[in-house]
């Protein structure tokens, strides 16, 4: 007999007990050895755990793939490298069932770590003419009824195929960006500041994959969902697998790469891929600033007339530590405002750190999101590496964090106010945004 216990890391909460309970009673009716688990949310944007019978696979989401020689259905997975395992594909095409096989690709970026990002393709079998939904086993055992129907009851069990129609053109955003992931956040000054920054540069759509914030970060991004520029993507894979909290198997232990960050971005990736003209993966703390013009909306058109059908732009990274301080030039200023509010002032932060060899390793992407089967933190892995560097004198990254370069004082950094520039517009932003989101002392 299947413990639904066994199926779950992590406390117990009431909703929890009660669809656990649910759980067990289906499991009671399956065949020996045959359990998924999916996380339940009231929340529809909330992501969805399914683990695959008979192997230590996880699945987080599915999408028609329409780009391959053949119809395939893109299962975005996190798997454990070592093992060896062939897969099994369950389809619900109009209520009626159908099977194939699936071949497993493990992204070649992990890190170091157990586990790592992987794509199960699925092809669509003929007779499939609009999938809606697809299980996966490593066993061939997958679930079946008595008239071989899809039910609502047991798509509970099978995760949602996504991306039914391909669009080339008229995309809902212009610029969506990704950001993964968001674990213990408090820093609420900065977050506004990015997200009113990402509207200035041109920003539609930001997406954030959400495990743990406080309160006040809570009430930030509930008021960005509600105006429309925010989608949070409540991320539980780290209730399935034990992830890092760094980057290296060296610097946090875990079996994941921090926090699942790879399966959130390549998830992003093809949730956006039909809907925005581009996506920039980055952090929150990052910012691409156009030096010669003030938004992206006018650096890309400018990139791509230079470079020609170009799908993919690299910007270096530029550390502005917060350890160097230019505090607002009067007491009686609007920043003043914002004092006790918690997180980093981005516009006190005007010395970069001297280039060095990780200036280069350190860049974040603008992409055409249907010309990129799989990403990485830094770049595309399929295809690999096709990005264009773009001139720092053109564009570049700003990453106001602590310091990387410990050893540099203040004399040593070099001066950048471009920032600035963008201040008259920023400040009362900023200041609107916290009061309306009922942060304190603001």
């Not at 230590?56 to 996190?78: C, F, M, P």
Request: aromatic letters at 10%; a neutral charge; proline letters at 5%.
């Amino acid at each position: 007999m299947v413990d639904v216990r066994q199926l779950r890391h992590g406390p117990l909460s009431d909703a929890d007990h009660l669809t656990d309970i649910f759980l067990f009673a289906v499991v009671l009716r399956r065949k020996p050895g045959l359990y998924h688990r999916q996380t339940v949310d009231q929340d529809q944007k909330s992501s969805s755990v399914v683990s695959v019978n008979g192997s230590k696979t996880l699945l987080i989401s599915a999408y028609l793939e329409h780009r391959t020689h053949q119809q395939e259905v893109r299962v975005i997975a996190v798997a454990l490298r070592s093992e060896r395992v062939s897969y099994r594909c369950l389809f619900c095409c109009q209520q009626s069932m159908h099977q194939s096989d699936g071949y497993q690709e493990i992204h070649s970026d992990h890190f170091g770590f157990a586990y790592g990002t992987a794509d199960i393709m699925c092809s669509v079998p003929s007779a499939c003419v609009a999938p809606t939904h697809i299980a996966v086993s490593a066993t061939g055992e997958l679930p079946q009824t008595a008239d071989g129907v899809c039910s609502e009851k047991l798509k509970h069990w099978f995760v949602e195929v996504k991306n039914q129609e391909r669009t080339s053109q008229a995309f809902r955003y212009n610029f969506t960006v990704c950001l993964s992931t968001m674990f213990d956040f408090t820093n609420v000054l900065q977050l506004v500041q990015s997200l009113e920054m990402m509207k200035l540069l041109g920003v539609n759509r930001v997406a954030v994959y959400q495990t743990s914030c406080n309160t006040d970060t809570q009430r930030v991004l509930d008021y960005y969902t509600e105006t429309g520029l925010v989608e949070v993507i409540h991320w539980s894979l780290p209730r399935f697998v034990n992830v890092s909290r760094s980057w290296l198997p060296q610097h946090g232990p875990g079996d994941l790469h921090y926090f699942g960050q790879l399966a959130a971005l390549n998830d992003c990736l093809y949730r956006y891929m039909y809907q925005s003209t581009y996506l920039a993966m980055q952090d929150i703390d990052e910012l691409i600033l156009p030096q010669s013009v003030d938004s992206w909306v006018e650096l890309l058109p400018t990139l791509e007339r230079k470079h020609g059908a170009i799908h993919c732009y690299k910007f270096k990274c530029y550390v502005f530590p917060t350890v160097a301080l230019n505090p607002p030039s009067s007491s009686g200023s609007p920043q003043s405002l914002w004092t006790n509010t918690s997180g980093v002032n981005i516009l006190e932060h005007l010395h970069h750190e001297p280039p060095n060899s990780e200036t280069k390793s350190n860049y974040k992407i603008i992409l055409d999101p249907r010309a990129v089967f799989s990403v990485t933190v830094h770049g595309t892995l399929k295809p690999w590496d096709q990005c264009h560097w773009v001139d720092k004198n053109v564009a570049r990254i700003y990453h106001t964090r602590a310091p990387k370069q410990t050893n540099l004082t203040k004399e040593q950094l070099v001066y950048d106010d471009r920032l600035l520039s963008y201040s008259a517009r920023l400040t009362p932003a900023v200041t609107a945004v916290l009061r309306r989101s009922n942060q304190k002392h603001c």
